[in-house]
């Protein structure tokens, strides 16, 4: 008896949750893209053939194609406070002391907090009725916001339809919009190169993303939301403490931060602080600070609040990421691929935790975008490891004397000139690898921590080795001696055989490190990533037309047109065949791009695996790309999905936690018998 397509639609609608749920949730993928697309592609089918069916919350109803005139004024239920601040450890210390002689507890007592990350986007309201999302809304002034509903329906990480036990009749639930660093670089990089304004931070990109009329363009924007807290909960009781809220907000399918932590008095803060701060730049996401929340829901009552914020919560903020400083002039730079880029030379300014004193201008366009002048005064920006902007001139500001870049006729580094396509932002030297300066740059990027990961190859050494002309492209790296190398400034007997040590470990790579690492115009590392993992072996990547390099996700016709002439050019054929005899490897797979690839019968096929701690033979990028080539996939986060936990030296909370839940702990050496089993040897 084949199944009603009522059945089937409401089996497809609750598999497609539960799958949400794993990759949002418990950011714990348990299908492949392909396969849950395939369960997206059959609802749409079955309520295609049924239009009777379709219900607003189905996971296919998120984007709406009728565009708003305006967005109307959305109240809220319950207010939506503001946080205090605290910008040191005295103002903490001040904050515990209050919340510690409110409470009249003695001052010996650790309250305990929940400390989280305070995520630098748009604040969000989230109503649901009877379970189903009836109304989002921004926080506009706290007592009115602006309702944004069709906008956050296209949110993957926000529920249509809440999942799990126990749901309320009415929740309203808060939380932040964010966009993804790697998103907006992403986007801001598309701008850029169409000539369209960027956006100064990934705070307004989430912002301008949001407050988009047409739906389908909030869609586009890959946005992200984590949940913090509950402001109305109707037909149920309170859960009794904020850990408790947040565990009924998982269940209920919403994402919520997985850097929350429990600690304990003023110690267990700051030490939070500091493990946050050091964690800020590698997060996925901009944070300005952390928030502490006592966790007993009845000593929140008694200590209420006071002028619309809570006495029993504080945001702790971070240095900032943007500062006020002064171009004192504009200099050009020549690159790898030897654009032209003006660099603003600024008055030493401290921003996000580091002294600035350069900002990357981009383009001539991006100076008349701007309007910059030297003399000006600017807003930079500093965010992760991505170089400072100039994001904003002070124009009130600027001296009479103020003065207009030019961009030079002749390359600063070796004279020959400067060229500028009709209709490109950017303009090139023409003097190609005879350039010292695009030698450097190439040489400065191949080795790189994301490219072939050479420690202890500084751009210091790198200018010398050029200017020595003993390495004249990448592949001579790897004929270096230490005797040599000991002959260079600040190098001695025991660091040049270190670094003769690390260039050649790095000899075994993973194909996406090197295709970033040979510098391709516009392909930076998701695009390498996306590559090798689309086509699996270089030869295929070199071999590919136009229409196939289009079919890796976010590959257009631009990149794809980079990747290709890159190819075909004789001299990086040469660099590309000298490495491979030098002897730099990695482990190849079959391609994604296959139709049956998804299917195929790899050894590892659905066996979560996840590295911790250091490797000696390999390091962990490498192992980690040996075990997808053999089905395996690896994980950053032990869950009880976990099969196996590879765990070296220096492993911490994943090797605890997999020993609390159980998962089977194996060392290095286990893993390399593993590998050689199917013929991979470190
Ligand atoms: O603005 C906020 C950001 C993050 C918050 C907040 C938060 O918790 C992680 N929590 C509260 C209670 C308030 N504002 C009022």
Redesign the pocket.
Same mark, same amino acid.
């Given at each position: 008896m084949s199944t009603a397509p009522s059945e089937r639609i409401a089996e497809l609608r609750d598999l497609i949750r539960k799958h949400d749920y794993h990759y949002y949730v418990e950011d714990d993928p348990q299908l492949p893209d392909q396969a849950y697309d395939a369960l997206m592609r059959e609802l749409r089918e079955l309520e295609s053939l049924h239009p009777e069916l379709i219900t607003s919350e189905s996971p296919t109803q998120r984007v709406s194609g009728t565009p708003l005139s305006a967005f109307s004024p959305a109240e809220h239920v319950v207010p939506m !406070? +503001? !946080?205090d601040n605290a910008f040191s450890e005295d103002d903490m210390e001040g904050f515990v002391r209050r919340c510690r002689d409110r409470l009249k507890l003695p001052a010996t007592a650790d309250i305990e907090f929940m400390a *989280?990350p &305070?995520l630098d986007g748009i604040?969000i309201s989230l109503l649901y009725e009877n379970g189903k999302l009836s109304r989002a809304a921004t926080r506009g002034d706290g007592q009115t916001g602006e309702n944004i509903t069709a906008n956050a329906r296209t949110i993957g990480a926000i529920p249509l339809q809440l999942t799990g036990e126990g749901i309320p009749e009415r929740l309203e639930v808060r939380g *932040?919009v964010v966009m993804a660093k790697a998103s907006f670089e992403a986007f801001n990089e598309r701008a850029r190169a169409k000539d369209e304004k960027p956006f100064v931070n990934p705070r307004n990109a989430a912002a301008g993303s949001l407050r988009q009329l047409d739906a389908r363009v909030t869609a586009k924007r890959s946005l992200d939301c984590y949940c913090? +807290?509950i402001g109305l909960l109707e037909g149920q009781d309170w859960p009794e403490t904020h850990e408790e809220a947040l565990e009924a907000l998982k269940c209920w399918g919403f994402r919520v931060n997985p850097e929350i932590r429990k600690v304990s008095g003023l110690s267990g803060m700051s030490e939070y602080y500091e493990h946050m701060l050091i964690r800020r730049d590698g997060l996925d996401y901009d944070i300005d600070g952390l928030?502490f &929340?006592i966790n007993r829901r009845d000593w929140q009552e008694t200590l209420g609040f006071v002028a619309r $914020?809570?006495r029993w $919560?504080i945001a702790h903020k971070f240095p900032a990421q943007e500062a006020l400083t002064v171009v004192e002039n504009i200099e050009f730079q020549v690159g790898r691929t030897g654009a032209v880029t003006p660099v603003a030379k600024l008055k030493p300014v401290f921003v996000g935790g580091v002294t600035v004193s350069n900002a990357t201008l981009h383009n001539m366009d991006e100076i008349d975008r701007l309007d910059v002048r030297i003399g000006d005064s600017v807003m930079v920006r500093r965010a992760g490891d991505v170089i400072p902007q100039v994001v904003k001139v002070i124009t009130e500001s600027r001296p009479a004397d103020a003065k207009k870049p030019e961009m030079p006729t002749q390359c600063p580094v070796c004279q020959a000139a400067i060229e500028r396509e009709e209709g490109q932002a950017v303009a090139r030297c023409s003097g190609g690898i005879s350039c010292a300066a695009q030698r450097k740059e190439a040489l400065k990027h191949f080795v790189s921590r994301k490219a072939m990961d050479i420690d202890g190859l500084g751009d210091k050494l790198i200018d010398q080795l050029v200017d020595r002309n003993w390495v004249k492209s990448p592949a001579e790296l790897f004929g270096l001696e230490a005797p040599a190398l000991a002959l260079l400034e600040r190098m001695g007997k025991k660091s040049s055989e270190k670094l003769v040590q690390a260039i050649q470990n790095a000899k075994t790579t993973t194909l996406a490190r090197f295709i970033y690492a040979l510098g391709i115009r516009e392909v930076g590392e998701a695009t390498a990533k996306g590559l090798a993992g689309y086509f699996g072996s270089l030869a295929a990547v070199r071999e590919a037309t136009l229409e196939q390099l289009q079919e890796v996700p976010d590959v257009g016709g631009v990149v794809a047109g980079h990747v290709e002439t890159f190819f075909k050019q004789v001299h990086n054929i040469e660099v590309v065949d000298a490495l491979i005899s030098v002897g730099v490897v990695w482990p190849e797979s079959s391609p994604s791009s296959d139709g049956e690839g998804t299917e195929q019968d790899l050894p590892l096929d659905g066996l979560t695996v996840v590295l911790t701690g250091s490797l000696e033979a390999m390091s962990r990028d490498v192992a980690g790309a040996h075990l997808e080539s053999l089905g395996a996939k690896v994980a950053g986060s032990v869950s009880k999905k976990t099969a196996w936990v590879v765990a070296g030296p220096g492993a911490g909370s994943k090797l605890a936690k997999a020993e609390s839940l159980g998962v089977d702990v194996y060392d290095e050496a286990w893993l390399l018998a593993l590998l050689e089993r199917y013929g991979i040897s470190a």
């Open positions: !406070l +503001s !946080l *989280e &305070k604040a *932040e913090y +807290s928030v &929340k $914020a809570p $919560a």
